[in-house]
Each structure stands twice: as structure tokens, then as C-alpha cells.
């Protein structure tokens, strides 16, 4: 049996601020896993990816770039497996992950999506949407100011002319939600998913009933999230409200799964043995 040749593309350091060396280490990670199963795993850069150095029919990556999205794009057209799906990173573009989800039916703040050369003082006061987040709409998250919070309208209207002047030509606003921030990784199609509030020092225990029932409420809210994006691999942030129920504020594209990569990885690769099995 011909041995199965994989792809390994790492994330371009510009689009992992503070998380280069988990990036890396994940991948590596997975990759490991993929040889102990017979692969023939071999690793580039996006920069080599792009430029064409890449051969192997089956593709893993934590491409962000442009022209690498793109290339991921036009080679799962041509049939080739890719995980994860160039269109499923396209639509974790904030402007887009919010039609999505909210289109969706999938809970997620009440927000706009605005030309950063609008003025946006009155609209948001109409709305009554004082504090709020403001996310660059147009691309992936390079730097940690493409995502700022402020406190009124007019802070609001500031921040907007600040990504305008950075080049953004679009962005997101959305309504500031209060409750516990909760993390959460996942593996679509597997049995793993791992989630905790970082903000808390005691360990989650699913004895504890209201654990119980958010771990149940947040596997389907995330699982059904990652189907309408189109990921297999994924992590994000909610804010569950003091009556427990769940907002999706953040949804990614394979992240780092710093607190959980050993295990997450072991089911990463379960992952994509069983797509290139039903890929074939």
C-alpha cells in the first residue's frame, strides 16, 4: 500500500501575535501523530506553500494569508482533501463570521458591520450600544488592536477613524456582553472537546450540575457553529450569562490548544485519518 503523502503548512508568524511558537507546536504536534499512523508528513511555510513548493495530495494547515486561502481554495476544487477548508477560513473573517452565525441562528452579540469612514455616533446611541467591540471586518487578526473595546459612541466613532487611517475598510461593532468568558477547543467529528473559564481558579468538575448542563449546552452550540463555518479544527470564546446561557464572541481556525495539545492532537489526527478515508 502506497504510503499517504500529507502536507503540514504552518501559520505565518504575522497572524500569530503572542502564539508563534504554540502554532508551530501543534502542528508539529499533529504531524507526529500522522507519522506514528504511516503518513509521510512533511512541513513549509506559507511562503513555500504559495510559491509552489508543495506537492502532497492531502494538505493540513494554519494558513492565514490572502494568497494562501486563496491556493487552498482553488486546490480543494480541483478535489484535493484540505483540512482545514480554505472556505471554512475564509468565513472566520470577522464581517463574514458574523453573517454567519447570525444568519444561522447561532447565539452571537447584536452587532453592526460598518465602512470605517462611516459615522456611526447616532446609530449606535440609537441602539443604546454604549460599551461594545470593535473588530477589524476585513481580514484575520494580525496585531492585538485590531480588536478594541470602548465605553461610548464616541470612543466608538474614534476607534473607527484609527483602522480607517490603518488601511481597515471595514469593521465589526458589537454590543458588549457581561458575563463569564469561557474558552473551548474542539475536533468536529470526534468525542473531544475541552472548555474552562479562565478567569476561574477551581477546576471544572462535571459532577457539579450547572457544569454539567453548559458543557452539554456548549458542545452543540459550538458543534453547530463549526458545521456552518465549515471547520474540523476549531477553538473560541463565549460569555455565558448569569442565567447560563451562551453567546459565541469569538470563533477561530485551528488555534493553539495550548491547554490541551496532547490530547487534542492525538484526536486532530483521528480527525484526518477519517477524512482521507472518506475522502478516497
Known amino acids: 500500500m502506497a504510503t499517504t503523502k500529507i502536507a503540514a503548512i504552518m501559520r505565518a508568524g504575522v497572524f500569530s501575535p503572542n502564539h508563534i511558537g504554540n502554532d508551530a507546536t501543534i502542528l508539529n504536534t499533529v504531524a507526529e501523530q500522522l507519522r506514528k499512523r504511516g503518513c509521510e508528513v512533511r512541513t513549509y511555510s506559507e511562503e513555500q506553500f504559495c510559491s509552489g513548493a508543495v506537492e502532497e495530495p492531502i494538505i493540513i494547515n494554519m494558513c492565514r494569508e490572502r494568497r494562501s486561502t486563496e491556493r487552498l481554495q482553488q486546490l480543494e476544487d480541483a478535489g484535493q482533501l484540505v483540512i482545514n477548508s480554505g472556505y471554512g477560513i475564509e468565513n472566520c473573517i470577522r464581517e463574514r463570521q458574523a453573517r454567519i452565525l447570525l444568519g444561522s441562528n447561532i447565539p452571537y452579540p447584536q452587532s453592526i458591520i460598518v465602512d470605517t469612514d462611516e459615522v456611526v455616533k447616532t446609530r449606535l446611541q440609537k441602539l443604546g450600544m454604549s460599551q461594545c467591540w470593535i473588530k477589524r471586518g476585513d481580514y484575520h487578526t494580525q496585531h492585538a488592536e485590531d480588536v478594541s473595546y470602548v465605553r461610548t459612541p464616541a470612543e466608538a466613532q474614534d476607534v473607527l477613524q484609527e483602522y480607517f487611517l490603518r488601511g481597515f475598510k ?72 448569569d442565567d447560563g446561557s451562551l453567546s459565541i464572541i469569538d470563533f477561530n481556525d485551528w488555534p493553539s490548544f495550548a491547554p490541551c495539545r496532547t490530547e487534542a492532537a492525538t484526536y486532530i489526527a483521528k480527525a484526518v485519518m477519517a477524512a482521507i478515508k472518506s475522502h478516497r
Not at 458542545?219 to 477553538?235: D, F, T
Request: proline letters at 4%; one cysteine or more.
Open 170 to 241: 471595514r469593521a465589526v461593532i458589537s454590543r458588549h456582553l457581561t458575563g463569564k468568558l469561557v474558552k473551548f477547543y474542539g475536533v468536529a467529528g470526534t468525542p473531544f472537546f475541552h472548555w474552562f473559564r479562565p478567569y476561574e481558579a477551581d477546576p471544572l468538575t462535571m459532577r457539579d450540575e450547572q457544569n454539567r448542563r453548559t458543557d452539554e449546552a456548549l458542545k452543540e452550540l459550538c458543534r453547530n457553529a463549526a458545521r456552518e463555518l465549515n471547520l474540523i479544527v476549531y477553538g473560541g470564546e463565549c460569555i455565558q450569562a
